[in-house]
């Protein structure tokens, strides 16, 4: 069995077993337990720029995982380009294990190739997640526990000049995939490592201990939790009527724009006459997903892509600008009023307002 040309065990400090780089960590963590643990929100690990790892060569990327949260497109490990991650070894967009590539240094799956294992269900148990890219072969493929998961064709890799990460990866050259949960000895080998060897190394190195539990977030990150209920816009009635065509309700009598925030998470949904509109299953009709806040600035985060405001808190009243929306399918970030307003005229109506709190719950 070769031995890894860098290796990470993770156990109480960022120090290096093979190779000569180090990991720095960041944001919310704990490495008390013999692994690390990441919030799913800010906590990561990363090596100095450029990590020497050849991207357009073959390579073999190793890691005990626990996947404690649901999420959506987490990166265990990844080498970053300049605008995203080239590789990343995690849970893919429908939280399946998987292994992906990229064609080109830009955002969104359209620019991909991975291949997909099996739906990553939370708990508390270790996976061991390995990737392989054999460009003698032209295949990526992924293992999880020591067996082959899935392979497919791949044979134009791009070269990442960027650090190593561990429990991030990022999008539109902003951090971003946060992982959920612990991580524990991360390998990289300079060469496609065979199911055999693969195998072997999975039975040598599970880890005897539990996964530690996940940190609690930085508080900073989401203002300690001063939005933390729900926020409500009443629609005045000159205003109300593109909402009552586009929601079908021709007859009520009040609308409101409601958004709620707890702790890391958000959504946005309308209220009609008192009842918030909701779809099957419970869950508000509007967009939801994560946010974080440096200062005044507020990022919101949904599968679709993010938007970038000004927030501003007052009493009870809570006023928020947009100044920047970012579209992942469209492969664009706005900042100019007028073109957003020509590619989403709705949005305006959702965030150019002041919010006034209406409840201490911003759970649904």
């Not at 999008?171 to 060469?191: E, K, R, S, T």
């Not at 970030?333 to 719950?361: M, Q």
Request: hydrophobic share 40%.
């Amino acid at each position: 069995m070769p031995n890894p040309d860098y290796s990470w065990e993770l156990s109480s400090t960022g120090s290096a077993t093979a190779g000569e780089f180090d990991v720095e960590f960041l944001g919310a963590f704990d490495a008390a337990l013999g692994a690390v643990s990441f919030d799913g929100y800010t906590g990561h690990a990363t090596t100095t720029a450029p990590f020497p790892l050849d991207t357009t060569s073959s390579f073999t990327i190793a890691a005990w995982v626990n996947y404690a949260a649901p999420s959506e497109i987490a990166a265990a490990v990844s080498h970053l380009g300049e605008v995203t991650g080239l590789f990343q070894l995690g849970v893919g967009e429908t939280s399946q294990w998987w292994f992906m590539m990229k064609t080109e240094d830009r955002t969104g799956l359209d620019y991909a190739v991975w291949v997909d294992g099996p739906q990553a269900t939370p708990g508390d148990r270790w996976t061991h997640l390995v990737g392989v890219s054999d460009q003698e072969s032209g295949m990526l493929r992924l293992f999880l526990d020591g067996e082959l998961a899935g392979e497919v064709p791949f044979g134009a890799p791009l070269r990442a000049a960027g650090p190593l990460t561990i429990g991030r990866a990022q999008f539109d050259a902003n951090p971003g995939n946060f992982w959920p949960g612990a991580i524990d000895l991360v390998q990289v080998y300079l060469m496609a490592l065979n199911p055999d060897q693969v195998a072997e190394l999975s039975s040598a190195t599970r880890p005897q201990d539990p996964p530690p539990a996940m940190p609690a977030p930085d508080p900073s990150t989401y203002a300690g939790g001063i939005l933390n209920g729900t926020w409500d816009y009443v629609i005045p009635t000159e205003d109300s009527s593109v909402f009552r065509d586009a929601l079908e309700v021709p007859d009520a009598k009040e609308l409101r724009i409601r958004i709620g925030f707890d702790n890391h998470t958000w959504w946005q949904s309308f209220v009609v006459d008192g009842e918030l509109m909701v779809e099957p299953g419970g869950v508000p009709a509007g967009d939801g997903g994560t946010f974080l806040i440096d200062g005044s600035v507020m990022i919101q985060a949904n599968a679709g892509g993010h938007g970038v405001l000004e927030w501003r808190l007052e009493d009870d009243q809570l006023t928020v600008t947009l100044l920047e929306i970012c579209n992942l399918d469209a492969q664009e970030c706005l900042t100019d009023r007028n073109e957003i307003l020509a590619a989403d005229p709705f949005v305006f109506e959702v965030v150019e307002h002041t919010y006034v709190k209406s409840g201490d719950d911003g759970s649904y």
